[in-house]
């Protein structure tokens, strides 16, 4: 009954959805007929399996199967049928699970590529063919008891971005399987020093969400050669549906991948975490090749006025989301993952290439799966685009989506400098004009009438119309890590300053309003040697050093403080904006190196009634006028004590330099 549901629902968006789309006169493809199905890819069951693709100009459609999933021969092919709005069909009786298939279409008198449909679920190696494949059979035990952790509020999350190798690579990770999926899966690992890896490692933050990177199937890891230390971030999708061949420990059964792909997520579910996959329809790897040219050619992708392929991702191609059977792919695409993965939520690689009715479409239809799921994404392009930006879910345009988050480059780069010069400061290593712009950043980008939105660094106005659009954050895998960008930008800093710039950064991203997003390794002070852009960088640039872990574990105690600090206290995370402009209050400091404000009134039903929030970013220590009273102190930048560090009476109270000061009031 709630299959059918779901069906119903979306059948229902997608017609409307594709009715108000916005009309394209010039646009060769503008004509090409629309599937409204749901079941476009392949179906099986014991008794026969449907083979049904979407080729809309093909003149033929050929169909092998194959005993593997690379080399022989064709065991036997089929012609399929043509169906109606440019679908094909065939069905292959008896049991066939487990056999692998390939695709051909003949257009314009040639013969495409053989590759496996767009929708497939299962792949051989390599991912060049699928496989026909019985999903209940790769549930592992107790999958139908599989509980997602608890989650109120999108604010409330507290996100880990992580790489599968990067967490578990390492020598010293104590992890057996490392760079799979199943190295999330162990429990009880150790570093040589004894501290916790891994798994363990992530309760002991007590993160609320780990945001995987791309771990769908890949295209720039040869999976026949695990043996040469491959190493991609995975920004280049080859089989969207199917999860990546190399993290699994046999990448040759189609089996094998989504099996212990879902171990992971049962796994991280037990220990208290829910599960973001980051997702990349923006871009294919390439287009010659990409599944989505053997089948209509062209169509996918958007173009220039001259026919050319537009390259607003930087990648070489961008994806049409705007077309019908783009937009249709996508929704059902994360409609899978979210089912049958168990999936908590989605980080879109550059958003902004996508539209916005194709973006709230995707909302609309997984929250009403799960109305606790979160959707967030980079709120950019990487190069210019022809679809018009009032049109595409860019970060000023957030406002108008639904139930979406979008990355604050304003509070990060406020925090630690601008992106496009390393060697430029922010307000954690003293820049005297990033006040404005991390007091935007507190507010999580909403409407506040203490912001002077003409002095924030990249946005005039407020963005998110409520807190739960603004992911708050200093570093990802993107760029520099946090610590080696402090490095590059402070030259003649000691390690010691370096580190209170670290701290300071990393707590105002913590106690600030929004969703929290952390980099994995960030509370090791994680160094990549300053390579920024180490997405086919060797596992020795990438992986966590987990030794670091004992050489810096003041600063991880530290980090794991401000986790339970801001999961202890809903006034750090308040849900809506008008709670927000009633409750948080600046300070006027009348210094640009200094931040104040007070969370009044038991904010968002808080148990301290008034909790003081004093961000010091001079290396010089600041003499600050704070509100009467009886404050205890319970952040002084070296540690995070709830009970107290000590008492202070109010009137006066001096901040030492790089550093942040959090006291309560009752």
């Given at each position: 009954m709630k299959a059918s549901k779901t069906i119903l629902i979306f059948a229902a968006l997608f017609l409307m959805l594709t009715s108000t789309a916005p009309a394209q006169t010039t646009d060769p493809y503008a004509n090409y007929p629309v599937y409204t199905g749901t079941d476009l890819g392949v179906n099986y069951s014991p008794q026969k399996t449907a083979f049904k693709v979407w080729a809309p100009m093909a003149s033929a459609v050929k169909l092998r199967l194959y005993k593997a999933g690379n080399g022989g021969e064709a065991t036997s092919s089929f012609d399929l049928s043509t169906d109606k709005d440019g679908v094909w069909q065939v069905n292959v009786t008896g049991d066939i699970k487990n056999t692998y298939y390939t695709f051909q279409i003949m257009q314009d008198g040639k013969w495409l590529a053989e590759a496996p449909d767009i929708y497939a679920k299962a792949v051989g190696v390599n991912g060049h063919r699928g496989m026909v494949v019985d999903l209940k059979a790769t549930n592992p035990a107790g999958w139908q008891n599989d509980k997602k952790p608890k989650l109120i509020n999108p604010t409330d999350a507290i996100i880990y971005e992580l790489h599968i190798r990067d967490i578990s690579e390492d020598e010293n990770s104590g992890i057996k399987n490392k760079g799979k999926f199943l190295g999330l899966t162990e429990t009880g690992t150790k570093s040589p020093d004894g501290k916790s890896t891994g798994l363990d490692h992530l309760k002991e933050m007590g993160v609320t969400h780990v945001h995987i990177l791309p771990a769908f199937d890949f295209n720039s890891v040869d999976e026949t050669k695990p043996s040469i230390g491959q190493y991609n971030w995975g920004y280049d999708p080859q089989n969207y549906n199917v999860p990546e061949g190399s993290y699994s420990t046999n990448p040759y059964d189609g089996n094998v991948r989504i099996k212990e792909f879902k171990q992971m997520v049962q796994a991280l579910h037990k220990n208290g975490q829910r599960v973001i996959l980051d997702v990349v329809y923006n871009h294919t790897s390439d287009i010659d090749h990409a599944n989505f040219t053997q089948f209509a050619p062209g169509y996918f992708y958007r173009h220039n006025a001259d026919g050319s392929y537009s390259n607003g991702t930087g990648c070489g191609n961008e994806t049409a989301s705007e077309r019908p059977m783009m937009r249709k792919f996508m929704i059902e695409s994360v409609v899978y993952w979210a089912k049958e993965y168990h999936l908590d939520g989605f980080r879109f690689d550059l958003m902004g290439i996508h539209d916005i009715e194709t973006m709230n479409a995707i909302s609309d239809t997984l929250h009403k799966i799960d109305p606790t799921i979160i959707i967030y994404g980079e709120g950019w392009a990487a190069g210019g685009t022809p679809?018009?930006?009032?049109?595409?879910?860019?970060?000023?345009?957030?406002?108008?989506?639904?139930?979406?988050?979008?990355?604050?480059?304003?509070?990060?780069?406020?925090?630690?400098?601008?992106?496009?010069?390393?060697?430029?400061?922010?307000?954690?290593?003293?820049?005297?004009?990033?006040?404005?712009?991390?007091?935007?950043?507190?507010?999580a980008s909403t409407q506040n009438s203490q912001i002077d939105y003409s002095k924030v660094n990249y946005s005039k106005a407020p963005w998110a119309a409520e807190p739960s659009q603004a992911i708050s954050y200093v570093s990802c895998h993107d760029d520099n890590t946090l610590f080696d960008r402090l490095q590059i930008s402070n030259l003649n800093a000691s390690e010691a300053d370096l580190i209170k710039m670290d701290k300071l950064a990393n707590t105002i991203v913590l106690t600030s309003q929004g969703i929290a997003f952390l980099h994995s390794g960030a509370e090791l002070l994680r160094t990549k040697r300053d390579i920024a852009n180490s997405y086919n960088s060797p596992d020795s640039i990438n992986e966590i050093d987990w030794s670091r872990k004992t050489k810096y574990e003041a600063v991880f105690n530290y980090y794991k403080g401000l986790v339970a600090l801001r999961k202890n206290h809903p006034a750090f995370r308040m849900p809506a904006t008008q709670m927000i402009q009633e409750h948080l209050n600046f300070i006027e400091t009348n210094d640009p190196s200094v931040i104040a404000y007070q969370l009044t009134g038991n904010a968002n039903s808080d148990k301290w009634k008034t909790i003081l929030v004093l961000l010091n970013g001079s290396v010089d220590n600041k003499q600050l006028s704070i509100p009467a009273g009886n404050w205890t102190l319970v952040g002084d930048g070296n540690i995070i004590n709830e009970g107290g560090i000590n008492k202070i009476s109010g009137g006066s109270i001096t901040v030492p330099g790089t550093t942040a000061y959090i006291l309560y009031g009752n």
């Open positions: 679809y018009p930006e009032d049109q595409r879910a860019v970060k000023k345009n957030v406002y108008k989506l639904h139930q979406i988050a979008a990355f604050s480059d304003d509070l990060r780069d406020g925090l630690k400098g601008g992106f496009s010069d390393v060697k430029s400061k922010g307000f954690v290593s003293g820049d005297q004009n990033s006040k404005e712009s991390i007091m935007f950043g507190i507010v």
